[in-house]
């Protein structure tokens, strides 16, 4: 795909939590935090299924206790005095080659940080760097007013697993043949996303069909955001979850409406065709649809002109090959849609209707 996985610039900023830090452990290793980001599944329209050099940077938190912090993470019913020290509060990490060995590749935040000789540290990441949200230990990340302006420009929006009780960078993936190492943070996608194919049913001729334009219309582009802890421990099992969506947006999948960008479609292997949509997680009401617009091909004398059609299809109620309802888009799916279009070839049978005798009175000659 022509786009990729770096994000452009925009003019948004991250928020940071609102903690307040005790006086942290003096003492420090030698050995600086790095992290080794892994994606739980593809993101944008250039499918990834790993964290990889072109992906751009992210931010991270991490939470310091001189116990286990998967048993202990709580702020102890006094959020003003929490049992935890933050150490790295919102800070950008960003990849880099040719670092000190034996790492040759590696993510690393944008100052030193080093691992404590003693207690444990608990991170927390987010993706893309620029994206706009709310951190807490406790509750996690969170964003309000969650906006797809433009589904297939849309960056993936992504929250790492928590790393509970790290002591150091090596990473525990158990991925064979990397180069670089850390903290292993898998992230998962807060959005959803859609890609479009098309083929014909029949061999009705090279060029007899070609798709002008798909537009998925009235789907929601607003909404908020949880990670969904309550204490922040591990034991605290998560539920991220959008709330209060709202917004209907129409998002242009393929623009072709001039002769020269109109394709052609495929007879027997779907192909895909426009970008793939990044999408805000919703249930599907009555409105929410497909739009094609195509062209069938037919001869004026000699001229080869397109006869303009358009086709709708709701997505509420749609099936998956297992038959199964779909009712919605929801977080960390990406939905393969096809369009098969199917002709029927004009025929005549051709018929004559009966003559109607009329009889005519004789005619008298004399």
């Known amino acids: 795909m022509k786009k990729s996985l770096i994000f ?8 940071t939590a609102c903690t307040k830090n005790e006086v942290f452990v003096n003492e420090q290793s030698a050995s600086k935090i790095c992290f080794l980001p892994l994606a739980a599944t593809q993101t944008k329209s250039s499918p990834v299924t790993e964290y990889v050099e072109g992906t751009g940077d992210f931010k991270v938190y991490a939470w310091y206790q001189s116990t286990s912090v998967s048993e202990t993470f709580a702020p102890n019913g006094d959020i003003a005095k ?3 020290t933050t150490y790295m509060n919102n800070v950008t990490c960003s990849y880099k080659e040719n670092v000190t060995a034996p790492r040759n590749k590696t993510w690393e935040p944008s100052s030193i940080y080093f691992w404590p000789k003693n207690g444990k540290l608990t991170f927390s990441a987010y993706y893309p760097a620029t994206a706009v949200v709310s951190v807490s230990a406790e509750k996690g990340i969170t964003t309000k007013d969650y906006v797809v302006t433009d589904a297939t420009n849309q960056v993936d929006l992504m929250f790492s697993n928590r790393a509970f009780d790290k002591t150091s960078s090596t990473a525990t993936d158990g991925t064979a043949g990397k180069v670089y190492d850390g903290v292993d943070l898998v992230f998962n996608h807060a959005l959803a996303a859609a890609d479009f194919a098309i083929k014909t049913k029949a061999d009705y001729g090279t060029g007899t069909i070609k798709v002008y334009k798909i537009e998925i219309v009235d789907a929601l582009s607003k909404g908020d955001f ?4 309550t204490t922040g421990k591990a034991t605290d099992a998560p539920k991220a ?5 709202g917004e209907n947006a129409t998002y242009t999948v393929l623009d072709g409406m001039t002769t020269s960008s109109k394709i052609a479609v495929p007879t027997a292997t779907a192909a895909k065709v426009g970008e793939t949509c990044i999408l805000l997680p919703q249930n599907f009401s009555d409105d929410v649809k497909v739009k094609v617009t195509y062209g ?11 006869l303009q059609q358009t086709a709708e299809f709701p997505l509420k109620g749609t099936k998956d090959a297992n038959d199964v309802t779909i009712n919605g888009w929801e977080m960390g799916k990406w939905y393969h849609y096809t369009l098969t279009f199917s002709l029927d070839t004009v025929y005549f049978a051709p018929s004559v209707t009966e003559w109607t005798n009329v009889t005519i009175k004789d005619f008298d000659v004399k």
């Open 241 to 245: 979850a959008w709330t209060g969506q």
């Open 296 to 306: 069938i091909k037919f001869l004026d004398g000699t001229s080869e002109k397109w």
């Open 226 to 229: 949880a990670e969904g802890y």
């Open 8 to 15: 452009a610039a925009c003019a948004i900023a991250a928020m």
């Open 82 to 84: 929490p049992n935890y």
